[in-house]
């Protein structure tokens, strides 16, 4: 069945260093694929998404590509801030069907 | 943004009680919600989809009659968790989807169930 891998966390950083949360799946088909944020306390928030190969989801100077040939969906950005401490999740959904499958999520935690 | 809302946000009950949990999209009318389940530092896991008017569809080695899902109104639906145990302890998050297929889904702030 379809599902998502996504680096084991926790992952800390220093305040303004390059942040890189690799994801790759597993999908028949053309999934959709998306990274939702939680930050403490709070519910899920979609962060972005991309639809079709290629394609790059861009947010909160998050960035991810779509890449079928590496069945990857890595999140990158370039200079992390301490308010982006979280739990990261990758994420999928196969074609028109509306279950979204979730990878375990990566905990990330910024240092001033 | 689209808003949904969850209530309670926590609660704690003794074993053998059920609760009830509610879910409701503030501005849109969701046709269909979800209900994941969260254990600590995990990922979520769907327990079940939630259409307006119909009987819920369960994955798979859920029990349907421990999660009792209501969907009555197009802003509103419900889990019970029936005779509950410590097992059932865990945070439970829901989504509702704006639209049909492909619509996005909206994520609620969750609820966090402990079973004394």
Redo the contacts between chains.
Sequence with gaps: GDSVTQMEGPVTLSEEAFLTINCTYTATGYP?LFW?VQYP??????LLKATKADDKGSNKGFEATYRKETTSFHLEKGSVQVSDSAVY?CAL?SG?A????????T?LSIRP | GAV?S?HPSWVICKSGTSVKIECRSLDFQAT?M?WYRQFP????M?MA?SNEGSKATYEQGVEKDKFLINHASLTLSTLTVTSAHPEDSSFY?C?A?QGT??G??Y????TRLTVT
């Design positions: 959709s939702y306390g709070e519910g899920l928030q979609l999740f959904r028109s509306s279950k979204i499958i979730f990878g375990s999520g905990r | 949904v969850q269909t979800f530092k995990q990922s979520l769907l989809t998050i989504s989807r297929g492909a996005e889904q994520f609620g702030p969750g």
